[in-house]
Nanobody, 115 residues
C-alpha cells in the first residue's frame, strides 16, 4: 500500500503560479506511475498530468505548456508546477499512485484562481 499526502494549494490570482506536492510513503518501490487529477466544482474528476517510473510525462491538452509534473526520488515526492493559472483551473487537485495491486489516492488540495 501507499499513502499520499498533497499540499501546496491555495488562493491565487489569474496569471499566478502554485506548486503542488504529493509526498508518498509505504510501498513506493511498487509505483508504476503517479498522476495528478482535478475535480472542478460541480464537475467530474479529470486527468491533469502523469509521470511514469521511467520518466515519461503526459499532460491533458488544457494544461500542456502551463503545468509541469516532476519527481524527486530522494524525497519520494511528485510535484505539479502550475503556471499561468486561469479561473477555469479552480478545482480540488488529487494525486494518485498506480501500483500492481491498485490505484491509491491522496485526500486532495484546493486550488482557487480568482479573476
Amino acid at each position: 500500500q501507499v499513502q499520499l499526502v498533497e499540499s501546496g494549494g491555495g488562493l491565487v490570482q489569474a496569471g499566478g503560479s502554485l506548486r503542488l506536492s504529493c509526498a508518498a510513503s509505504g510501498s513506493i518501490f511498487s509505483i508504476n506511475a503517479q498522476s495528478w487529477y482535478r475535480q472542478p466544482p460541480g464537475k467530474q474528476r479529470e486527468f491533469v498530468a502523469s509521470i511514469t517510473s521511467g520518466g515519461g510525462l503526459y499532460y491533458a491538452p488544457s494544461v500542456k505548456g502551463r503545468f509541469a509534473i516532476s519527481r524527486d526520488n530522494a524525497k519520494n515526492t511528485v510535484y505539479l508546477q502550475l503556471n499561468s493559472l486561469e479561473p477555469e483551473d479552480t478545482a480540488v487537485y488529487y494525486c494518485n499512485a498506480n501500483l500492481p495491486n491498485g490505484i491509491f489516492w491522496g485526500q486532495g488540495t484546493q486550488v482557487t484562481v480568482s479573476s
